[in-house]
């Protein structure tokens, strides 16, 4: 595996990324498609209809490669991606209520299309069925893992309400939000995989490391898209942080290099979570923030590669590798 993730049509890369594990993806579509039934014919409706939203399955594919770059030859990983995309999908099923957010992937979110009330009862679903999959697993690491991740992304949703509209937030409160809301997941999925594959306590901590990184470059990559990206291509309003108030790093990092008269521009449009978002968007390309951004995302993206250095050679620590490079490169 040679090529680099760069100029390759995004769908296309993300099926050569996989390929050493498409049959253990395939198992986890069928896995979340079993545990989908309800005999309540709403709840299966919205349930079916949120998780097929075409989503990358990010945090399942780490937790399986990671688990075969450990050595694990098993099928449990399989089981447990789907156990982790459930949660994953349950948490943005309600931080689009409390977001008031209308697009995700490209299509109307589940509160947009049934209501807020629907949105949250069948999140409630997902989110405790989840933990019915986790108990059924029978490994009470994973279990720990799962458990002090989702206690944590609830920290992080309401430190990020705490912050909302709050132009003083620095870095330093960026990464408390992000390292709750995105990364710590992907490092449950990492501590999922040492857990089943019985790793050294050296290589598990490598890799929790290497998923911490790779889930802040993520989230950067993600902050950087809504002030570059198209809104048919990544799936939400651009500006949509911008409205809601959230302090992003490109935000930030504007704010920092601006003029004052930039920087009192930004403050106001926080504060009320409206603004003029063209003049905003020309401050924080012309100041050079996306840049600095994207130098950022690199250092998280270092910080993982010699994670992964203590892993023994193979495809799918190759296929991880890749993977730090897709996180920040995409356009969607």
């Given at each position: 595996?040679?090529?680099?993730?760069?100029?390759?049509?995004?769908?296309?890369?993300?099926?050569?990324?996989?390929?050493?594990?498409?049959?253990?993806?395939?198992?986890?579509?069928?896995y979340?498609?079993?545990?989908?039934?309800?005999?309540?014919?709403?709840m299966?409706e919205?349930?079916?209809y949120?998780?097929?939203?075409?989503?990358?399955?990010?945090?399942?594919?780490?937790?399986?490669?990671?688990?075969?770059?450990l050595?694990?030859?098993?099928?449990?990983?399989?089981?447990?991606?789907?156990?982790?995309?459930?949660?994953?999908?349950?948490?943005?099923?309600?931080?689009?209520?409390?977001?008031?957010?209308?697009?995700?992937?490209?299509?109307?979110t589940?509160?947009?299309?049934?209501?807020?009330?629907?949105?949250v009862?069948?999140?409630?679903?997902?989110?405790?069925?989840?933990?019915?999959?986790?108990?059924?697993?029978?490994?009470?690491?994973?279990?720990?893992a799962?458990?002090?991740?989702?206690?944590?992304?609830?920290?992080?949703?309401?430190?990020?309400?705490?912050?909302?509209?709050?132009?003083?937030?620095?870095?330093?409160?960026?990464?408390?939000?992000?390292?709750?809301?995105?990364?710590?997941?992907?490092?449950?999925?990492?501590?999922?995989?040492?857990?089943?594959?019985?790793?050294?306590?050296?290589?598990?901590?490598?890799?929790?490391?290497?998923?911490?990184?790779?889930?802040?470059?993520?989230?950067?990559?993600?902050?950087?898209?809504?002030?570059?990206?198209?809104a048919?291509?990544?799936?939400?309003?651009?500006?949509?942080?911008?409205?809601?108030?959230?302090?992003?790093?490109?935000?930030?990092?504007?704010?920092?290099?601006?003029?004052?008269?930039?920087?009192?521009?930004?403050?106001?449009?926080?504060?009320?979570?409206?603004?003029?978002?063209?003049?905003?968007t020309?401050?924080v390309?012309?100041?050079?923030?996306?840049?600095?951004?994207?130098?950022?995302?690199?250092?998280?993206?270092?910080?993982?590669?010699?994670?992964?250095?203590?892993?023994?050679?193979?495809i799918?620590?190759?296929?991880?590798?890749?993977?730090?490079?897709?996180?920040?490169?995409?356009?969607?």
């Open positions: 595996m040679t090529q680099t993730a760069s100029s390759t049509d995004p769908k296309v890369l993300v099926q050569r990324l996989l390929a050493p594990i498409a049959d253990d993806m395939k198992a986890v579509d069928d979340i498609r079993a545990e989908l039934a309800s005999d309540v014919s709403r299966h919205i349930s079916e949120i998780t097929s939203a075409g989503g990358k399955r990010m945090r399942p594919a780490l937790l399986i490669l990671i688990s075969r770059a050595g694990y030859k098993g099928d449990l990983c399989c089981y447990l991606g789907a156990t982790i995309e459930l949660l994953h999908t349950a948490t943005l099923m309600h931080d689009d209520v409390v977001d008031e957010s209308n697009l995700r992937r490209g299509r109307p589940a509160n947009a299309r049934w209501g807020n009330g629907a949105a009862l069948v999140g409630d679903f997902l989110y405790t069925r989840s933990f019915q999959m986790m108990v059924r697993a029978g490994n009470l690491r994973v279990m720990q799962l458990a002090d991740a989702a206690n944590r992304l609830s920290e992080g949703e309401v430190v990020q309400m705490v912050n909302a509209h709050d132009p003083s937030v620095d870095e330093t409160r960026y990464f408390r939000v992000i390292e709750r809301k995105t990364a710590c997941l992907f490092e449950a999925g990492a501590r999922m995989a040492a857990a089943i594959a019985e790793c050294s306590k050296e290589q598990e901590e490598a890799v929790a490391q290497y998923a911490l990184a790779l889930g802040n470059a993520f989230q950067i990559a993600d902050d950087i898209l809504d002030y570059t990206g198209v048919a291509d990544i799936g939400k309003n651009l500006g949509a942080d911008l409205r809601e108030g959230k302090m992003t790093l490109p935000l930030i990092y504007t704010r920092e290099l601006t003029t004052p008269e930039g920087r009192a521009l930004i403050d106001e449009a926080v504060r009320k979570g409206d603004g003029p978002f063209d003049k905003i020309k401050l390309v012309d100041c050079g923030a996306l840049d600095r951004c994207s130098l950022r995302a690199e250092a998280e993206l270092e910080r993982g590669r010699q994670a992964l250095a203590k892993l023994p050679p193979s799918f620590n190759e296929s991880l590798l890749e993977l730090l490079s897709f996180t920040v490169r995409r356009d969607r």
